[in-house]
C-alpha cells in the first residue's frame, strides 16, 4: 500500500515540479541530432532525478528505521504529520523565506552552479547528471516523499519507496520536456492548487497511524517497525 502511496503523491507531486522544475528540462541541451537522441536524453535527466531520489530515501529509510528501533516510531509518525501541517499553514508566499537560510542557500548555489556548467556539456551523459543534481534542489514535495521513506524501516524499503515517487513524476515531466510549452500557465495553477491537499492528506494519516488506534490500514496497531507488515505484503 506504501508503494502505491508513494506513486501516486509522486504524480500528483509532479504537477508542482512544472512550475519548479520545468523550466529545466525545457531549456536542456540538444545530445546529437534526431528524434532518438532528443527523447533518450530527456529520458536520461528523467532517470538522473530519480537517481537522486532513491539515494535520498535509502539515506531517509535508514535514518527513519533507526528512530523505529528505538520503539519510537508512533512519535517520529505524528512529529512528521504535524511538520506537514505546520508547512502547509505557512502562507506560500512565506515560505519562499525558507530557501534564505545560508545553508540552503548555499546548496541551491552550489548545485545550479554545477548544472549550468554541464549545460555546456553536449554528452547524453552531462543530461543524466543535470537531473541527479536536480534531484537534489529543495523540493516541498520531494520532503512529503522523504517523510514517507523515513517511515519505511530501512534503507532498502526506503529506497523503494521513493523509486515509487520517480516514477511518479516521470510521466508528467517527460511530457514537459516534450510538451511543455503547450501546458498553459492556468491549467498547471489549477493543478497545483490541489496539492496542498494532498499533502494535508498524507500528514493526517501519518498522525492517525501514530496515534495507534487499531484501524486497518488506517491506524493499525504498531508492533515492530511501522511499515514492517505493509511493506513486506508490496514487493
Given at each position: 500500500m506504501e508503494l502505491w502511496t508513494a506513486l501516486i503523491i509522486g504524480f500528483g507531486g509532479s504537477f508542482h515540479c512544472i512550475g519548479m522544475c520545468g523550466p529545466i528540462a525545457l531549456a536542456l541541451p540538444v545530445s546529437g541530432a534526431g528524434k532518438i537522441q532528443f527523447i533518450s536524453g530527456r529520458i536520461l535527466y528523467n532517470f538522473g532525478r530519480i537517481i537522486s531520489y532513491i539515494l535520498m530515501g535509502a539515506l531517509f529509510g535508514y535514518l527513519g528505521g533507526k528512530v523505529i528501533m528505538y520503539g519510537l516510531q508512533r512519535i517520529l509518525s505524528i512529529s512528521l504529520g504535524l511538520i506537514i501541517l505546520l508547512f502547509l499553514l505557512i502562507p506560500p508566499g512565506k515560505r519562499m523565506y525558507l530557501a534564505s537560510f545560508p545553508a540552503v542557500k548555499m546548496r541551491i548555489i552550489i548545485l545550479k552552479d554545477l548544472m549550468r556548467k554541464l549545460f555546456s556539456v553536449n554528452s547524453k551523459l552531462s543530461l543524466l547528471f543535470i537531473g541527479i543534481l536536480n534531484g537534489f534542489l529543495p523540493c516541498g514535495f520531494v520532503y512529503v516523499g522523504l517523510?514517507?521513506?523515513?517511515?519505511?524501516?530501512?534503507?532498502?524499503?526506503?529506497?523503494?519507496?521513493?523509486?515509487?515517487?520517480?516514477?511518479?513524476?516521470?510521466?508528467?515531466?517527460?511530457?514537459?520536456?516534450?510538451?511543455?510549452?503547450?501546458?498553459?500557465?492556468?491549467?498547471?495553477?489549477?493543478?497545483?492548487?490541489?496539492?496542498?491537499?494532498?499533502?494535508?492528506?498524507?500528514?493526517?494519516?501519518?498522525?492517525?497511524?501514530?496515534?495507534?488506534?487499531?484501524?486497518?490500514?488506517?491506524?493499525?496497531?504498531?508492533?515492530?517497525?511501522?511499515?514492517?507488515?505493509?511493506?513486506?505484503?508490496?514487493?
Open positions: 517523510a514517507q521513506a523515513s517511515m519505511a524501516g530501512d534503507y532498502l524499503n526506503g529506497s523503494l519507496v521513493m523509486l515509487m515517487f520517480g516514477l511518479g513524476t516521470f510521466p508528467v515531466m517527460t511530457a514537459v520536456s516534450f510538451l511543455g510549452k503547450l501546458i498553459s500557465l492556468n491549467f498547471r495553477r489549477k493543478l497545483k492548487r490541489t496539492l496542498p491537499y494532498m499533502a494535508g492528506i498524507l500528514a493526517i494519516i501519518f498522525i492517525l497511524r501514530g496515534l495507534n488506534l487499531g484501524i486497518p490500514y488506517l491506524s493499525p496497531k504498531l508492533e515492530g517497525g511501522l511499515y514492517h507488515h505493509t511493506m513486506m505484503h508490496c514487493h
